[in-house]
Protein backbone atom coordinates (compact mmCIF):
# COMPACT_ATOMS: atom_id res chain seq x y z
CA UNK A 1 0.00 0.00 0.00
CA UNK A 2 1.47 3.83 -1.34
CA UNK A 3 1.76 6.23 1.53
CA UNK A 4 -0.14 9.69 0.61
CA UNK A 5 1.68 12.88 0.87
CA UNK A 6 0.90 16.55 1.12
CA UNK A 7 1.57 19.21 -1.34
CA UNK A 8 1.42 23.02 -0.97
CA UNK A 9 0.21 24.22 -4.22
CA UNK A 10 0.63 27.98 -4.91
CA UNK A 11 -1.35 29.94 -7.60
CA UNK A 12 -1.11 32.05 -9.87
CA UNK A 13 -3.33 34.10 -12.79
CA UNK A 14 -6.35 31.52 -13.31
CA UNK A 15 -5.67 29.51 -10.84
CA UNK A 16 -6.32 31.75 -8.08
CA UNK A 17 -8.86 33.51 -9.44
CA UNK A 18 -10.77 29.75 -10.22
CA UNK A 19 -9.61 29.52 -6.13
CA UNK A 20 -9.78 32.76 -5.11
CA UNK A 21 -6.84 32.49 -2.27
CA UNK A 22 -3.24 32.12 -2.66
CA UNK A 23 -2.26 28.44 -2.06
CA UNK A 24 -4.43 25.00 -1.31
CA UNK A 25 -3.17 21.89 0.60
CA UNK A 26 -3.93 18.71 -1.35
CA UNK A 27 -3.02 15.56 -0.51
CA UNK A 28 -2.14 12.30 -3.23
CA UNK A 29 -0.57 8.98 -3.25
CA UNK A 30 3.53 9.04 -3.10
CA UNK A 31 5.03 9.05 -6.56
CA UNK A 32 1.78 10.60 -8.38
CA UNK A 33 3.08 12.93 -11.24
CA UNK A 34 2.92 16.99 -10.76
CA UNK A 35 0.53 16.69 -13.77
CA UNK A 36 -1.89 15.09 -11.97
CA UNK A 37 -2.30 18.29 -9.66
CA UNK A 38 -3.39 20.11 -12.46
CA UNK A 39 -5.77 17.15 -13.72
CA UNK A 40 -7.54 17.80 -9.78
CA UNK A 41 -7.46 21.18 -10.66
CA UNK A 42 -9.42 20.97 -13.64
CA UNK A 43 -11.76 18.52 -12.09
CA UNK A 44 -12.88 20.57 -9.41
CA UNK A 45 -12.40 23.67 -12.16
CA UNK A 46 -13.84 22.88 -15.21
CA UNK A 47 -13.21 26.51 -16.59
CA UNK A 48 -9.48 25.77 -16.27
CA UNK A 49 -9.68 23.47 -18.99
CA UNK A 50 -8.22 25.89 -21.52
CA UNK A 51 -5.10 26.20 -19.84
CA UNK A 52 -4.46 22.67 -19.75
CA UNK A 53 -1.78 22.70 -22.79
CA UNK A 54 -0.31 25.89 -21.71
CA UNK A 55 0.09 25.35 -18.35
CA UNK A 56 3.97 24.58 -16.71
CA UNK A 57 4.94 23.25 -13.63
CA UNK A 58 7.34 24.13 -10.99
CA UNK A 59 8.38 22.52 -7.65
CA UNK A 60 10.10 23.62 -5.06
CA UNK A 61 11.57 26.23 -7.31
CA UNK A 62 12.55 24.54 -10.27
CA UNK A 63 10.53 24.25 -13.30
CA UNK A 64 9.99 20.02 -14.19
CA UNK A 65 8.79 17.70 -16.60
CA UNK A 66 4.92 16.80 -16.47
CA UNK A 67 5.88 13.41 -15.06
CA UNK A 68 8.05 14.65 -12.16
CA UNK A 69 6.98 12.63 -9.24
CA UNK A 70 5.76 14.45 -6.05
CA UNK A 71 7.22 13.65 -2.27
CA UNK A 72 5.47 14.95 0.51
CA UNK A 73 6.13 18.25 1.62
CA UNK A 74 6.87 19.35 -1.97
CA UNK A 75 5.51 22.92 -2.98
CA UNK A 76 4.32 23.09 -6.53
CA UNK A 77 3.75 25.69 -8.81
CA UNK A 78 0.93 25.47 -12.08
CA UNK A 79 2.24 28.43 -14.26
CA UNK A 80 -0.15 29.29 -17.21
CA UNK A 81 1.12 31.94 -19.92
CA UNK A 82 0.83 35.44 -18.44
CA UNK A 83 0.47 38.45 -20.61
CA UNK A 84 2.17 41.49 -20.57
CA UNK A 85 0.76 44.93 -21.59
Do not use: C
Not at 9 to 14: G, H, I, R, S, Y
Not at 18 to 45: C, D, G, M
Not at 54 to 59: E, I, M, N
Amino acid sequence: MSNSIKITVKLFAAYQEAYNKPEIILEFPENTPVSQVREHLIQQNPELEKWRDVTRFGVNFNFVEPNTPLSDGDEVVLIPPVSGG
